[in-house]
């Protein structure tokens, strides 16, 4: 699934401004009430846009971290799907190589 272009959402911000956003929520993604200020007066914004822009970053951020752990819990999972294949195999293989063996 493809996020929509942050700076398009923005655009009619400064790409210095969204830049400065993004850069201050990959240092932290909470935003503390004194820097929610300081960040809103170096901006322009009001500190609410500045609030609302870090809770839909990090909802954006959650997505793409559940989507990459999926990515690695399915692989991981077809491993070993692929690996208990390989031994269901074996295991008949041996199984059919006793039988005969168990026969008088």
Do not use: I
């Amino acid at each position: 699934m493809a996020w929509p272009d942050l700076t398009r959402a923005w655009a009619w911000r400064a790409p210095v401004q969204v830049h400065l956003l993004e850069r201050s929520f990959e240092e932290e993604n909470k935003l503390e009430p004194e820097r929610k200020t300081e960040l809103a007066r170096k901006l322009g914004l009001q500190p609410r846009q500045v609030a609302v822009w870090f809770q839909n970053r990090r909802a954006r951020w959650k997505t793409k971290q559940l989507e990459r752990d999926f990515d690695r819990l399915k692989a991981s999972f077809d491993a070993l799907r692929a690996d208990h294949d390989v031994l269901l195999q074996d295991n008949h293989r041996l199984r059919s190589q006793v039988y005969p063996l168990d026969r008088p």
